[in-house]
């Protein structure tokens, strides 16, 4: 049987991992990945802790919510992304000085 500590060790793992790419990578697309990673740990402890709440669904419903902020939240980064690319010809967050018309 799978505990609750095992949800939040793998959850654990996610955000470390997250963690590490947000600050380490030079590419804005793999900063948004890590980001993803963090968000979706996030996600996996309330699924976790919903599983284990036997009168409330209210985990799954809060991950269901955070899922849907995911996914606009990626477009959205994934659109400026674009633009600033088109822009600078790079997706280095480092060499993009100053966001300009």
């Known amino acids: 049987m ?3 500590t095992n949800f939040l060790l793998i959850g654990a ?12 990578k030079r590419n804005a697309i793999q900063v ?3 980001i993803e990673f963090i968000l979706n740990a996030a996600i ?11 009168l409330y669904n209210s985990g ?5 919510f955070a ?3 995911a996914g606009a939240a990626a477009a959205v980064a994934l ?9 600078y010809k790079t997706i ?3 060499k993009v000085e100053k966001l300009k018309d």
Not at 79 to 87: D, E, F, G, S
């Open 2 to 4: 799978i505990t609750l």
């Open 13 to 24: 793992g996610l955000f470390a991992i997250g963690i590490y790419m947000v600050l380490a």
């Open 32 to 34: 948004l990945i890590g």
């Open 44 to 54: 996996l402890n309330l699924v976790a802790f919903g599983k284990y709440d036997k």
């Open 60 to 64: 799954q419903t809060f991950a269901l």
């Open 67 to 69: 899922i849907v902020l």
């Open 79 to 87: 659109a400026i992304i674009l633009n600033v690319y088109k822009q």
């Open 92 to 94: 280095d967050p480092n």
